[in-house]
């Protein structure tokens, strides 16, 4: 008898998810039995909850114990840092960056969402939008997270009520028309009792769409990558000093956006010579192209003068090459705040330079979405708009357009810290 | 040119679909990229390797980040004087099949240097920390790459994929560098590093679907076979030198195999019919216990024991 495949042997892909809110509203709840409903936890982490579930004297296994890590957590029974965690149904892959939700983990937010094609919001039917939903769609829109659900959490709370749920999306909907949101979903939920979370609620019979899981499973999030603008950052040069590879020189790097192809035309910035694609390669042999995220290595048909930082496009869709720089900056520094005139380090691609705080034109009241201006710094978890100086050209595209030319870090020069984090808005050229 | 053994043709590898990589190839391509960051960024690297599974594929990821150039970095073992001995054989092929450079940081070596001391429990899980630990300061790495993943413990989930260590080699869950889009910073100063986890978001399924598909060669006790164990608290021990049976044990042959390898005395086998690799995808894939709580018998000591061991400066 032939063997039958294992269903993780088939062609699956991956979906990254970041999910916010706080322990209040259920969201290590919802976590736990997203990984139990799907079987993916093991029997000895479930016997691990449910024996700390006894000795706390719940009176039912506490799914939300899953999600707590380290010992520094327990002891102050907060959530003091992103979480990743994994699991997999036959349809796909999962990775959840789960990111605690009061405002003083902003940051942290920031760094889930950061890489995520879907944020996961939790709110309290009860208690409705709260100025922390408010802040966590924002960072989701700030962060061009193509995909939002807003899961309704505890309507087992209010008798299953549809006009509850409708009042809050309907108030969600309102708010969100002031945020570049491109995807919004909304499912009533109770994570304690499992409705919709993996199975349909037979509790909200007026509900007709999917539940969360099967919502994911389904998200179609191919389209959200840009495939149009090629830029490749060159990570690193191959050049084997050996008897048997003579004269080798490729440049690896991940596709950050756009096709390439062996024969294209491409220009190198910042030398903005013109040569062309002669192979791509991978160890595994030549590909005819090469897309996001794949790592590859380039051969070109001229020997051009290229090093890490540099960037290879299409001669007629070119990033801006950049040294005055216009972003939003969230910062992520506890021992001192972005202050106007400050110097950092800043990543942007492969590419490192010095950057120097020219001006701060405003800061977000992430609450409120309100503009605060006339302020010349930003404390930790603050969020504003900054024009930046650097030492060196940068190859910027926005970060709407792209999340991989338009976004960069800071870091303190003295301390080594990643203490900002930037999305590019406009840019302008160098004269 | 790339060496024939290493290249396949477009059949082999599927056609694409619609420009979208699968899991497998892009948890590759994330790997690779961390590779190539490290090499063009940190002075001098090390990959940890121990012979394990996910330290081999974090090895084969490696070469292939590189191809068609050598590994630009040494490799290390630290070797708790408890390995298996099949193990050993395995890790000295591959270094001679490859032609790497192997640094060896030995415990027993240590012990005798009175550097660290045996603990009364027999485990070297503690005291080998300060052997790797030295080992970095002799060879003044910056970086280390260790094949932990976040699936594997609650602590591990916390990680970063660039892992600041002080100048002691600690971790500190509070002080870790917020880490944005692949944006990584390894920055550090003199005498500090950083830890790199290239396959940070890889689960165990992965690394044997991985393995399968890539027809990955890995050590042999990770195969089925007819052993010699022993039963002890409920785990399965193979009778060697370092499990021998004890008075009052009766020994039996039965078909095991090891789902994770660490030191001899500690890690125990699980009953398994599954003697290839595509036996084990499935076993794995239909598998209910944690490869941790299957097999060691060092983390079942405290539900923190791998946190207090990443701050004192293990991986």
């Known amino acids: 008898m032939a063997a039958q495949m294992a269903p993780q042997l088939r062609e699956t892909d991956l979906l ?3 999910t916010a809110g706080s322990v209040d509203d259920g969201k290590s709840t919802l976590i736990g039995r997203l990984l139990f409903d799907s079987k993916t936890l093991f029997i000895d982490q479930l ?5 700390v579930s006894r000795e706390r004297g719940h009176d039912f296994t506490d799914l939300a114990l899953l999600t707590d890590g380290l010992r520094a957590e327990r002891e102050q029974g907060i959530t003091i840092d992103v979480a990743y965690r994994f699991f997999a149904t036959p349809r796909r892959r999962f990775i959840i960056a789960d990111t605690p939700g009061h405002i003083q983990y902003t940051r942290n937010m920031v760094t889930g969402a950061s890489t995520a094609d879907v944020a996961v919001l939790l709110l309290d039917a009860r208690r409705g939008i709260t100025e922390q939903s408010r802040r966590h769609a924002f960072i989701a829109s700030l962060l061009g997270v193509p995909h939002i659900v807003l899961c309704v959490n505890k309507m087992d709370l209010v008798d299953w009520s549809e006009d509850a749920f409708e009042a809050i999306r309907d108030e969600f909907v309102d708010f969100a028309t002031r945020l570049r949101l491109r995807d919004l979903s909304f499912i009533p939920i109770s994570a304690l009792h499992g409705d919709n979370v993996v199975t349909a609620s037979k509790n909200m019979p007026w509900y007709d769409g999917l539940p969360l899981l099967r ?28 008897k048997t590879v003579i004269d080798y020189r490729g440049y690896s790097g991940t596709v950050a956006s756009g096709v390439l192809k062996a024969g294209d035309q491409v220009t190198v910035l910042p030398s903005g010579l013109e040569t062309t694609i002669e192979r791509i390669e991978t160890a595994d042999g030549l590909v005819e ?37 216009d972003a939003q900056v969230c910062w992520m520094d506890e021992s001192a705040p972005m202050a106007k005139g400050g110097k950092y380090a800043i990543k942007h691609t492969t590419r490192w330079a010095r950057a120097l705080v020219r ?22 978890n603050e969020i504003g708009r900054v024009q930046l100086r650097t030492t060196q050209p940068l190859f910027v595209d926005t970060y709407q357009d792209n999340r991989q030319t338009g976004s960069f870090i800071l870091v303190d020069e003295r301390t080594n810290k990643t203490v900002g984090a930037g999305v590019i808005g406009r840019a302008t050229v160098v004269a | 040119m790339i060496p024939s053994a290493l290249r396949r043709t477009r059949s082999e590898r599927g056609p694409l679909k619609s420009h979208v990589l699968s899991n497998l190839r892009a948890l590759e391509a994330e790997s690779i990229f961390i590779f190539r960051e490290v090499a063009a960024e940190m002075a001098r690297p090390c990959l940890l390797f121990s012979g394990g599974k996910d330290s081999t594929v974090m090895l084969a990821i490696a070469r292939k980040a590189f191809a068609p150039a050598p590994l630009p970095f040494p490799i290390m073992h630290v070797d708790t004087g408890l390995n298996f001995p099949e193990v050993l054989a395995y890790r000295d092929r591959w270094v001679k099949e490859l032609g790497l450079k192997l640094i060896v940081a030995s415990v027993p070596d240590a012990i005798e240097r009175g550097i660290v001391q045996e603990e009364p429990n027999g485990s070297r899980n503690r005291i080998q920390t300060p052997v790797l630990l030295e080992a970095v300061e002799q060879n003044g790495f910056d970086c280390l790459f260790g094949g932990a993943r976040r699936d594997e413990e609650k602590a591990r989930a916390k990680e970063r ?16 560098r917020p880490e944005l889009w692949s944006l990584y910073n390894g920055r550090v100063h003199q005498g500090q590093s950083i830890r790199v986890f290239p396959l940070s978001n890889w689960t165990e399924l992965d690394i044997w679907t991985y393995i399968a598909a890539e027809k990955v060669d890995i050590a042999p006790l990770y195969f089925a076979e007819e052993r010699e164990v022993i039963t002890r608290d409920g785990m399965l021990y193979m009778v060697n030198e370092f499990t021998p049976r004890k008075d009052g044990e009766k020994s039996e042959r039965r078909k095991v195999r090891y789902r994770t390898i660490g030191d001899a005395n500690l890690t125990a086998a699980v009953e398994s019919d599954a003697d ?11 598998a209910r216990i944690t490869e941790r709580g299957a097999t060691r018998g060092d983390d079942r000591v405290s539900e923190t024991s791998m946190e207090d061991r990443k701050r004192e400066g293990y991986f």
């Not at chain 1, 016997?47 to 024996?51: C, D, F, K, P, Q």
Request: a negative charge; glycine letters at 2%.
């Open chain 1, 359 to 380: 001006e701060i034109a405003y800061r977000i009241d992430v609450n409120t979405l309100h503009r605060v201006e006339g302020v010349d710094q930003l404390a930790l």
């Open chain 2, 276 to 286: 290839t690799l595509e036996a084990i995808v499935t076993e794995i894939a239909a």
């Open chain 1, 47 to 51: 016997a691990a909850v449910e024996r």
């Open chain 1, 289 to 325: 192209e090469a897309f996001p995220p794949m790592a590859v290595t380039v051969t070109l048909a001229d020997h051009l003068d290229i090093s890490r930082g540099d960037m290879l496009c299409r001669p007629h869709n070119m990033p801006t090459v950049a040294q005055e720089i």
């Open chain 1, 215 to 242: 919502h994911l499973e389904r998200l179609y999030v191919a389209s959200d990558r840009n495939l149009v603008d090629v830029r490749f950052p060159i990570q690193y040069v191959i050049r084997p000093q050996s």
């Open chain 1, 16 to 18: 990254r998810l970041a």
């Open chain 2, 161 to 176: 994929v660039f892992s600041f260590r002080d100048e002691f080699g600690q971790w500190d869950p509070k002080n870790q």
